[in-house]
């Protein structure tokens, strides 16, 4: 069914959320890559709403700055003291010049697993039922905390009652109020106007509109959701850590239907925002990361963490920690590697074990297999770097570029002293400290050269186990050293 987009999604975001016991405001707590407000409001902009405002209050300023950051801003509403959800709501219609016509829906900003479908189809009974209310609940196992949806006898929805004002009759109900409203804006208004604060907490309580409707003789429904796990209310860090499990498995699951197989998902951690093509195998104790994507075949993990990094088909990341970087058609990076920002390597390029990178381009089937560390670098397509190379890229003052050209040999133990370029077809001598720019197609050799001084360890160690080999060595090839 296709529903009209709601005139306004109103998310309630000032509280303090005391019983997090944090210094970072409830809502900026993260899982999965985005706040918990930042995911209602994604949830929300599936709407297309005309409006959405954020109500915020606490901490605003530092709310208000995450709010503000990103490609598209959303308008914030000033809650100067928190004195309750329906307190909120009047803030947020105010900054929207007071009354709405048309639908509003009112969300709770701590709500982090709500879908943007649950939403749609709130909006839709709203629309079909003719209600001036609908209020999404749900059965919970536990409703300790919520507040409970009380029925008359026929089944009809008559007040939400907070736990802190539920006798224990009602404290027994198991279906609770999610927090989340479809109204009609007009009346909206008005019964706002008349909530009361004669309750334990002396506070406005949104619910309150609910009976108040009712008793005016307006139409009044629930729509009850499907998985009572997707309004699950972070207020603790208990509840946190257990959206976090959900929505994380719930991301795996649609990445596993999309075709990617994911070894064991109870060590997999994947951000919303992370993409993937299909094939792309997963080993445990992977996190996928902001931007990530795994293109076909790529093949990542186990221990792995990678934060917007692109791993292009057919590549193997093993053991690996990246960060903003590029991995290439048929590349191969670790086990035990590290690529920092700007490091892209070309298709079948290597970064092998204890390997370092950093703003590196890599060529393509270019390959550094061994202990190096590659910082501020070009190097052309190719090329071999040998075993413990450092690209020594900082003075003490600024860094430097190092270029490489294609289809080089470079020696182990080098050192490139930048800025420094290196032709194409180049060999380096092993050991050699390279200081000064290399002709295409020359060898470099930058080193001391090598002296034996022969009988020094009988001159200068007699007795010692290692003059006794020597001597042994010495007679058996017949006297000759
Ligand atoms: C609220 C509901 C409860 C419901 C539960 C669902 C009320 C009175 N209670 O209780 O029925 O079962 O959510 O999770 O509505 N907020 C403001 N300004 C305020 C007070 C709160 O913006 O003055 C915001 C908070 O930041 C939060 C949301 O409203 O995002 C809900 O507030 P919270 O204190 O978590 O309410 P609950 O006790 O969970
Ligand atoms: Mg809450």
Known sequence: MSVPSPAAVVVLAAGEGTRMKSKTPKVLHE??????????????????????????????????????AGDTPVRTAYQAEQNGTGHAVRMGLEE?????????????????????????????????????????????????????????????????????????AQRAIREINSGVFAFDGRLLSDALGKVRTDNSQG????????????????????????DHREILGINNRLQLAEARRLLNERLLERAMLAGVTVVDPASTQIDVTVTYERDAVVHPGTQLLGSTHLAEDA???????????????????????????????????????????????????????????????????????????????????????GAASVFVNYDGVAKHHTTIGSHCRTGSDNMFVAPVTVGDGVYTAAGSVITKDVPAGSLAVARGQQRNIEGWVARKRPGSAAAQAAAAAIEEAGGES
């Open 299 to 385: 093949e990542v993990g186990p221990n792995t963490r990678l934060t917007d990094t692109v791993v292009h088909a057919g590549a193997r990341v093993d053991n690996t920690v990246a960060d903003g970087a590029e991995v290439g058609p048929g590349a191969s990076v670790g086990p035990f590697a590290y690529l920092r920002p700007g490091t892209r390597l070309g298709a079948k390029a290597k970064a092998g074990t204890y390997v370092e990178m950093k703003n590196a381009t890599i060529g393509e089937g270019t390959k550094v297999p061994h202990l190096s560390y590659v910082g501020d670098a070009t190097i052309g397509d190719h090329t071999n770097i």
């Open 203 to 226: 506070e406005e309580y949104l619910t309150d509109v609910l009976s108040i409707l009712r008793e005016a003789g307006h139409r009044v429904g629930a729509s009850v959701a499907a």
């Open 31 to 68: 899982l999965s890559g985005r706040s918990l407000v930042g995911h209602v409001v994604a949830a929300a902009r599936e709407l297309a709403p005309r409006h959405l405002v954020v109500v915020v209050g606490h901490a605003s300023e530092q709310v208000t700055a995450h709010l503000s």
């Open 96 to 168: 929207l010049d007071g009354t709405v016509d048309g639908t509003v829906i009112v969300v709770c900003g701590d709500t982090p697993l709500l879908s943007g479908e649950t939403l749609s189809a709130l909006a839709a009974t709203h629309a079909a039922d003719a209600n001036a209310v609908t209020v999404l609940t749900a059965e919970v196992p536990d409703s300790t905390g919520y507040g409970r949806i009380v029925r008359d006898a026929g089944g009809a929805v008559t007040e939400i009652v907070e736990h802190k004002d539920a006798t224990v």
